[in-house]
């Protein structure tokens, strides 16, 4: 259990013990640093500690920002004060006399209480203390009696409630989630956490009934069709749930975002798969395979892009264009921001279109619209970050070009080729690399060795593109250069073998690699670094997985074997990237986390 200890006597009629406790906290009092000390060295190291001082006035929701965040190593408000393991040593160091803990630095004057001047102690140190921002919500160490009553009426007058299920709410989100989910997903969320649910069992529960969904899909009828409809808004709901029911108890984990991140991707592919069977079961049976995968291929794409520049550019220096400048302009217009969250087809929209579209329509027109809307969205958004590319005047990092090559996801091939070009190379390579491999795989007839031999210039482009650092303003489209490659390659080569089975195999295949891809991307995200070398070489690396699809197609064409081959692929390397990735996760010792960034998924 965490300890909280008050530096004084509380005051007459104070619920700040009573509070503490509601928050988990044992509960303790010390008369003066000295004694602090003391009890600082009982607390169990492996325990979070927090410094209260007596006399705080305040909500109970802005203590439980500073106290129990689990993201933060040290947190702060004014009269509190809480430190995980990592942070205790510096709290130890500044509780030390004042001559030793302030020589040869500027003194902590002024503090209103122990806990403040503790917090100052750390930050002079270079100890990040995290100090939340509060809002409307009061957390204040009164002087006297006066200044109490005052602070006292101020926390009357703010229901701390309200502002807490609030704040479970993104600032930024899309249109249909912010208009048509929040508003009551939020008081969803509340009632999980009154019951003891927790984030992560709300995630599995979303996973669960989208799955269902994607079954009712499978089944080929109208019920089924409609079912699937409802179940996936209901499995949506849940997805925007747990989020909420996170930053509501603040229930933050690594764990719990690399779930809520990976489900989101498991639903929709799964659901893809759905009305891909219903849509040969249903009447006069239609193979709408080849629009599913191209569904899968060209979402997955958007996301590497949206990942990649994201890396490229979060900490670029002199990060600014006049392209992001009017973006800005355009965002104080107000509806005009609405209006361009929409258009780019978030996740709430885009569930919202397929439940529709399923429910009425066809899978075949719930793909084709689903697709334009897609191609639309990656265009607009594609088209507005290569302008801001090309206009911005930025100096990119090492840690931003290091980023961009594990997204690269090379293999043992393109290393070897980027080895021997010793540094000089060349990115724009990935575009004239991926155009050659997509476009001979499309147009060589199935069985011909064109596209293997596609496959081997694509090796030597691959290799050339990443043998530099990605630090060009246009660099970080070499990662969605080689997924589109990678991707648009085994789905060109399945549909045009014509071979029974081989796009429902090709689907399972790129959802394998995509999973691989997405995790690397949570990895970088969470702080974690990529998957580890030896993964991606024993994988091949997306060069190396795009030349045996093609070798494969060669030898095994107009034959079964090509759809076993496929399988088979898929098999392996969701049995390789799944063990390791859940192996990593279910272990890692990373710093809880959550997706705080409020962007469209």
Not at 182 to 209: D, E, H, K, M
């Amino acid at each position: 259990m965490p300890t909280a200890i008050l530096t004084g006597p509380p005051v007459a009629g104070s619920p700040i013990e009573g509070d503490l406790r509601g928050l988990g906290f044992d509960v303790l009092a010390v008369d003066d640093a000295g004694a602090l000390a003391a009890r600082l060295a009982a607390v169990p190291p492996a325990e979070r500690v927090a410094v209260v001082d007596p006399r705080f006035v305040g909500h109970v929701h802005a203590l439980r920002l500073a106290l129990t965040d689990p993201r933060f190593d040290a947190a702060a408000v004014p009269g509190a004060l809480s430190v995980q393991p990592a942070a205790r040593p510096a709290l130890i160091r500044a509780l030390a006399p004042a001559g030793d803990r302030r020589a040869g630095r500027t003194a902590v004057a002024g503090a209103a209480s122990l806990p403040d001047e503790l917090a100052a102690g750390m930050d002079a140190e270079g100890v990040a203390v995290q100090r939340p921002e509060l809002g409307v919500l009061v957390a204040q160490v009164p002087a006297g009696a006066e200044e109490r009553a005052q602070a006292e009426a101020a926390v009357a007058a703010v229901d701390d409630e309200a502002v807490r299920l609030r704040s479970a709410v993104k600032s930024r989100d899309g249109f249909f989630t912010t208009h048509f989910v929040s508003p009551y997903s939020r008081y969803i969320a509340r009632w999980c956490a009154r019951r003891g649910f927790t984030p992560n069992q709300v995630t599995t529960a979303s996973l669960l009934v989208a799955l269902i969904a994607a079954a009712c899909a499978a089944t080929g009828t109208r019920p089924g069709f409609v079912a699937a409809g409802v179940l996936l808004i209901a499995s949506f709901v849940l997805d925007c749930t747990d989020g909420q029911l996170a930053r509501y108890s603040l229930q933050y984990s690594t764990l719990g975002a690399w779930l809520d991140a990976t489900f989101d991707r498991v639903k929709e592919y799964a659901y893809y798969a759905g009305l891909a069977l219903g849509a040969a079961r249903a009447g006069g049976g239609d193979d709408v395979w080849a629009l599913a995968l191209g569904a899968m291929v060209l979402q997955t794409c958007r996301h590497v892009v949206d990942f990649s520049f994201n890396e490229a550019n979060h900490d670029a220096e002199a990060n600014t264009s006049p392209t992001a400048a009017l973006s800005d302009r355009l965002d104080r217009a107000g509806w005009t921001v609405w209006i361009r969250r929409m258009i780019v087809l978030p996740i709430g929209e885009r569930w919202a279109l397929i439940a529709v579209l399923t429910a009425a329509t066809t899978p075949r027109i719930t793909f084709v619209v689903l697709i334009i809307g897609c191609a639309f969205a990656a265009c607009y958004t594609t088209a507005g970050r290569v302008l801001r590319s090309l206009t911005r005047k930025a100096v990119r990092t090492d840690r931003a070009a290091a980023a961009l090559a594990e997204l690269a996801d090379t293999g043992p091939l393109a290393e070897a080729v980027a080895r021997t070009l010793r540094g000089r190379g060349f990115p724009a390579a990935a575009a004239v690399g991926a155009a050659v491999m997509i476009a001979t795989s499309l147009a060589a007839p199935a069985g011909s060795w064109w596209p293997l031999a596609a496959a081997a210039v694509y090796v030597v482009t691959a290799g050339l593109a990443v043998a530099g650092p990605l630090k060009g303003a246009l660099d970080w489209l070499v990662p969605p250069l080689f997924r589109a490659a990678e991707y648009g390659t085994v789905l060109a080569l399945a549909a045009v073998s014509k071979v029974n089975g081989a796009l429902p195999a090709a689907f399972c295949l790129v959802a394998a690699v995509a999973y691989h891809h997405y995790d690397t991307v949570y990895r970088i995200r969470g702080g974690t670094g990529a998957p580890p070398r030896a993964l991606v070489r024993a994988t091949g690396g997306h060069e190396g997985r795009t030349l045996v699809v093609a070798a494969v197609s060669v030898a095994l064409a107009h034959t079964t074997g090509f759809t076993v081959a496929l399988t088979v692929l898929a098999v392996a390397l969701a049995l390789l990237v799944l063990t390791e990735s859940i192996r990593f996760w279910m272990s890692s010792g990373a710093p809880a986390v959550h997706d705080e960034t409020g962007e469209p998924a």
